[in-house]
């Protein structure tokens, strides 16, 4: 099936305003992706509406309001999106789709405290209360997803104008086992050398990765 392209705030809104007519409960839900970028006038077309959710009981609310509205659970297309519990994916005879994450998106990046109070409410729609992720936060998303099209995503809210400092403590305060800094770095490198765009925290990254590799090594030379 072909996906359709979202091309305007109308086009997300009538998406929405099917969901929230149909939920049976009240659910918040975090958008974070393209459609995120659109409603803040930053990008003028997507393929998905990616949605985060705080719970399982919420996740499976939207999938049944989906459902009902004529959608059916998609085959991730990408490797990333196949591991077990990373998201759910609908689609409608229309193409249009909705990636559904729960918390967490490609088990690497969550939806903390920080971001929920950096998100602006966007609107009610029936049952259905949406909230927008901030530019940094959906930056700092993108730098974890790896999809076709991200890194052009990246750079257009770079360009817009980031909050650079918000993002390294967002990824600092999310790194754990997975060193999310080497991620970011890694993107970061890649948005300079494709884009031209030149980040001011990339060093700051690369220092705290070479750090942390260097605990982890040691700590398994002492076992």
């Not at 890194?151 to 993002?167: K, P």
């Not at 770095?185 to 942390?212: C, D, H, M, N, W």
């Amino acid at each position: 099936m072909t996906k359709k392209m979202l091309s305007s705030g109308d086009d997300i809104e009538e998406s929405l305003t099917r969901i929230g007519a149909s939920l049976q409960r009240d659910v918040t839900a975090y958008l974070i992706g393209g459609c995120a970028m659109i409603l803040y006038n930053a990008k003028v077309a997507t393929k998905d509406i990616d949605i985060v959710l705080m719970s399982n009981e919420d996740a499976e609310a939207v999938a049944v309001a989906l459902s009902a509205v004529g959608f059916a659970q998609a085959a991730p297309e990408d490797e990333t999106y196949r591991r077990p519990g990373t998201t759910t994916m609908m689609h409608d005879s229309r193409g249009t789709r909705f990636d559904i994450f729960v918390e967490t998106v490609c088990r690497k990046l969550r939806i903390t405290d920080g971001m929920v109070s950096r998100s602006t409410r966007h609107g009610i729609y029936g049952k259905l209360r949406l909230n927008l992720v901030s530019p940094e936060d959906i930056f700092l998303f993108k730098s974890v997803t790896e999809r076709a099209g991200d890194l052009d995503d990246m750079a257009l809210l770079a360009e817009r104008g980031l909050d650079w400092d918000v993002i390294l403590s967002e990824c600092v305060h999310q790194s754990g086992d997975v060193i999310l800094e080497a991620f970011l770095a890694v993107r970061l490198q890649e948005l300079e050398e494709s884009k031209g765009i030149v980040s001011p925290i990339k060093a700051t990254l690369e220092t705290v990765t070479e750090s942390k590799l260097r605990k982890k090594k040691g700590a398994r030379h002492r076992d």
